[in-house]
């Protein structure tokens, strides 16, 4: 639900203009983009939350672009991107915080 209201409100604001419309079978239709920031690795203990929320939120955005009235003349896509910090980074990080 809210990746419908996210999208909804990026078409209102009118983020997408400017958007090359792509050709989908003789329908033009414009891309969205939306940014997924999910933990994924096994070395951190919230990682099976985004295992687990990725396949839902793919799935979404798959129904979303099959839906024939929903975002009807756009086409979404998500770039994500894992969370986990590096344990070198985290090291350096706390280093810092402690100084």
């Given at each position: 639900m809210l990746l419908v209201v996210t999208?909804?409100?990026l078409l209102m604001a009118g983020h997408?203009?400017?958007q090359k419309p792509i050709n989908l079978g003789g329908s033009k239709k414009r891309d969205v983009y939306i940014a997924g920031f999910f933990p994924y690795g096994n070395h951190v203990p919230e990682g099976h939350i985004?295992?687990?929320v990725m396949p839902a939120v793919k799935?979404?955005?798959e129904?979303?672009?099959e839906h024939p009235t929903i975002l009807r003349?756009?086409?979404l896509h998500m770039w994500w991107?894992?969370?986990e910090v590096s344990s070198r980074y985290r090291r350096a990080a706390d280093r810092?915080?402690?100084s």
């Open positions: 999208c909804c409100w997408c203009a400017g985004g295992r687990g799935l979404a955005v129904h979303i672009n003349d756009y086409r991107n894992d969370t810092v915080s402690r």
